[in-house]
């Protein structure tokens, strides 16, 4: 269930994201959700690629800092309270969010990022309330 | 010519030959006392062959070997006093090169000397009784704080002891006190005078008058501003615990040198290289033997500052040589707010952290109407990176609070990438000062 996110450490200095994303460019890795978070020094790129591993080994050489995290992506309805019903089951089953973004394919639906203090009750407990966790199989071929 | 105002004339305008004569007097009892009391005095003097008998001439001081900073620190904390400790009436300490603090002395005597060089240096500025001093130097084991406020006792003046921050009520108490006098670090006195403009206070108006600044470098141009800003005098006043705290050396109106209270304190100029006195005029590491001293004499004690002494005399008549403004250093010490740091006590807290690297950068940086800032870069590493931002939070606070522990003085901590700081071969660069203050 679980799935494979890539996160950089990025210094706030002019040209080191385009230095990532060139980087996949150039082996043709492809992108499939993004979100950084920043402070006034430094931000951390968190990413979902097609190939977690070969982009990993690519940055590492690069000379980035690399970790791999696991994290659950669900898919929602795309329309008004969608997330709203995910979000509630994690909420009545007492798991805290560490962080979340979403990204939207070309179909109906959207799709969310969860980074979770306990990920496989929280998975149990999405699943339970029929909630689709998708792998990282899936994602990677969206 | 400005105005020349004197606490002790007699003392400060002694003319050269009966300076020196009195200097040598003192020389030579202070090596004998040292010789007798302190046991790494008796016991380096007996490896050079010297003894007070051996002193004929102020040219013999020579002879005598260094005294440096780490001999206080290898005899922590009191092993070089040269009085039982019945006599010893008060304590300061200021940074080592690493763990241990340089601890101090003073007998009542030596706080009456002390009194004495701050009430000249006062006093060279205008001050006398009636004045009243705002004390804003910090108290504590810092000697700027106690320095200043007994010496303005001794000259008879009010002092406010109102030791550094809170700087909305320096200037309130500046306005209902009175404050002719105002005693602050350098950029401490920028920083009032800019909360003090934002409060639209007119310094015109007020009775400040004059203003004596140390415990920090700084320049000529800050000299500019703070006069501009405050509507003062401003002079500067130099000093450093090990001798005895503020009061060493000091300006006077005419503001070309800090006059050195040599009748206390023995000053030469000397090749940071060779330990050999430079070329009158030329520019070295300055050196000092207290010639008074009781509780901690100290001789040919080496300060690690360099500047250049001026032996011409002063328009103001006072026969003493003078220093230049300190414009270096000869180790890597720097003054941050008028606290010693030594990079050596930043990298012995890093190399304590798990799975912190080594390399790490200090930025020095002094924004215009701020405090002296210092950023301690640290590189992030496989190890300590986390995708979560609270634990790299974690990290930095962590970090930052080992370094305030040890410093004594707040900093920020700046997480960068790893082998973003230049590596260098055989000594690394630690350092960056952003300041300009020795160009």
Redesign the interface.
């Known amino acids: 269930m679980k799935v494979s996110q890539i996160s950089v450490f990025l210094e706030n200095k002019s040209g080191r994201l385009a230095e990532v994303t060139q980087a996949l460019a150039d082996n043709n890795i492809n992108i499939r959700a993004l979100c950084i978070a920043e402070t006034i020094d430094y931000g951390v790129l968190r990413l979902i690629a097609n190939d977690p591993a070969l982009a990993k080994k690519v940055l590492s050489e690069r000379g980035f800092t690399v970790t791999e995290t696991s994290v659950l992506v669900v898919e929602v309805e795309d329309k008004p309270g969608g997330l709203a019903r995910v979000i509630k089951v994690l909420a009545q089953s007492g798991i805290n969010i560490e962080y979340i973004y979403a990204f939207l394919t070309r179909s109906e639906k959207a799709f969310v990022v969860f980074r979770l203090e306990n990920m496989d009750e929280a998975a149990a407990a999405l699943q339970k309330a029929g909630v689709r966790v998708l792998t990282g199989a899936e994602i990677y071929a969206l | 010519m400005a105005q020349a105002f004197f606490w002790n004339r007699e003392a400060e305008c002694l003319p050269r030959p009966q300076l020196e004569k009195l200097q040598l007097e003192r020389l030579r009892s202070v090596v004998a006392r040292a010789t007798e009391r302190v046991p790494l005095y008796r016991q380096r003097f007996a490896e050079a062959g010297i003894t007070a008998n051996d002193i004929k001439s102020l040219d013999d001081l020579r002879r005598i070997p260094f005294t440096v900073k780490d001999d206080l620190r290898d005899n922590y904390p009191f092993g070089m006093f040269a009085v039982p400790m019945d006599e010893v009436v008060r304590i300061h300490a200021s940074s080592g090169t690493t763990g241990k603090q340089t601890v101090v002395g003073y007998t009542r005597g030596d706080i009456g000397v002390w009194a004495e060089v701050i009430a000249r240096t006062l006093g060279a500025g205008g001050a006398t009784k009636g004045d009243i001093v705002q004390n804003a130097y910090g108290y504590g084991l810092f000697t700027g704080g106690l320095g200043l406020h007994y010496g303005s006792e001794f000259l008879g003046a009010a002092v406010i002891p109102i030791s550094g921050g809170q700087t909305k009520r320096q200037v309130q108490v500046m306005q209902d006190f009175g404050t002719t006098v105002l005693c602050c670090t350098p950029s401490y006195a920028l920083v009032i005078a800019e909360a003090a403009a934002e409060l639209g206070v007119d310094f015109s108006k007020l009775p400040l008058r004059v203003g004596f600044f140390g415990a920090e470098p700084w320049t000529d141009g800050m000299r500019v501003e703070i006069e501009q800003k405050l509507a003062i005098d401003a002079l500067d006043i130099y000093g450093l615990s090990e001798i005895i705290g503020p009061g060493v050396a000091y300006e006077c109106l005419e503001k070309a040198g800090l006059h050195v209270a040599e009748d206390h304190f023995l000053v030469e100029v000397i090749d940071p290289g060779t330990g050999e006195p430079v070329a009158p005029g030329q520019r070295g590491e300055l050196v000092f033997t207290t010639l008074s001293k009781e509780a901690l004499p100290l001789i040919r004690y080496r300060t690690r500052d360099l500047t250049v002494l001026n032996a011409e005399p002063c328009a103001c008549g006072r026969s003493c040589y003078r220093m230049q403004r300190v414009t270096g250093r000869s180790d890597d010490m720097l003054i941050i707010r008028g606290v010693n740091v030594f990079p050596s006590q930043i990298e012995s807290v890093i190399v304590g952290i798990k799975g912190v690297s080594p390399h790490y950068l200090l930025v020095v940086d002094r924004k215009p109407g701020k405090m002296d800032e210092l950023e301690v870069w640290i590189e ?3 190890e300590t ?6 634990e ?1 939070e974690r990290l930095e606070q962590l970090v930052l609070s080992e370094i305030e522990s040890v410093l004594g003085l707040s900093v920020r901590v ?7 700081i230049a590596r260098s071969e055989g000594k690394a660069k630690r350092v960056v000062d952003r300041r300009d203050l020795f160009k």
Not at chain 2, 385 to 390: G, I, L, N, V
Not at chain 2, 414 to 420: A, D, G, N, T
Request: hydrophobic share 35%; net charge negative; proline share 6%.
């Open positions: 992030i590493s496989e990176f986390s995708d979560e931002m609270k790299l700046k997480l960068v990438e790893p082998k973003s």
